[in-house]
């Protein structure tokens, strides 16, 4: 069994915020960390990998410092790293990176995709299922429990559905965006560090990506435009009031929440 793993590197915002002029982030001048989710994305592949003997693979697309992640994932375990790079290709929105990962991915042989549900930095969680609607795929989403027949190739997911789950099976090959609720993610070991920077990260460009229009890649080819980015708002000191009984202080809370259409 071939999973590939896509992981993405996200500012860290412990760090600070940082914003070019036309809004998108600078991610060259941001510490950087593996995002939560695809980790966990990451450490569910791995157990398959334990289990069945799955052959792994992480695959990236971003700046050339984000081999950074993908020594870490080699160092966690997986077997195989690829980076997906080019200028061309940057400042993409959800539908450019999709195509441009999906145009990646069709030069690797998979039984089973794994994203993450969504990026720290983005939240927008489109591009996992995107990816699978590029490739022709199914997808099943928010997965917080995974389980394999390797036999008759199918995969079958406890999948998060606000106050219940439902159980989704599906054929293999197939796409899974993984919640960071899915596991806790292994540690990278020491041997595990040396070896990862021995082995072989493969480098991508824009000449790499198979069945990819150039006008679906990078900024210009990303119809999702930033009018206005920034930091956080701080938020004002707020209303303070000093009842003088505890039915006073009842009153209030309860007219508040009355003109707040909240009783």
């Known amino acids: 069994m071939k999973v590939v793993v896509c992981i993405k590197q996200v500012p860290d915002t412990k760090g600070g915020v940082k914003f070019k002029p036309d809004g998108t982030l600078d991610r060259g001048a941001m510490l950087a960390i593996m995002n939560p989710d695809d980790k966990a994305g990451l450490e569910a592949a791995l157990r398959l990998k334990d289990e069945y003997g799955a052959e792994v693979s992480v695959l990236t697309m971003g700046l050339p410092k984000a081999d950074a992640v993908l020594r870490e994932a080699l160092a966690m375990g997986a077997d195989k790293a690829y980076l997906v790079t080019d200028r061309v290709l940057g400042g993409a929105d959800t539908w450019a990176t999709s195509s441009t990962i999906a145009g990646a991915l069709r030069n690797l042989e998979y039984d089973l995709i794994i994203t993450g549900r969504q990026a720290i930095d983005g939240d927008t969680a489109q591009v996992g299922p995107q990816i699978s609607e590029h490739l022709g ?22 999948r998060q559905f606000e106050d219940r789950y439902h159980i989704v099976k599906a054929n293999m090959p197939c796409l899974i965006t993984a919640l960071s609720e899915l596991n806790e993610p292994r540690y990278m070991t020491p041997g595990g560090i040396f070896d990862a920077f021995d082995k072989e990260v493969t480098v991508w460009g824009r000449a790499d990506l198979k069945d990819v229009d ?50």
Do not use: C, F, M, W
């Not at 890649?217 to 920034?230: C, D, E, R, V, Y």
């Open 137 to 158: 795929i199914p997808v099943i989403s928010y997965a917080e429990e995974i389980k394999v027949d390797e036999k008759a190739r199918t995969v079958e997911v406890k």
């Open 214 to 263: 150039d006008s679906n890649l990078g900024l210009k080819g990303s119809p999702t435009q930033i009018a206005k980015a920034s930091d956080k708002v701080k938020k004002g000191q707020g209303e303070k009031v000093t009842p003088d009984s505890p039915d006073e202080a009842v009153d209030y809370i309860v007219g508040k929440l009355k003109e707040k259409h909240v009783v």
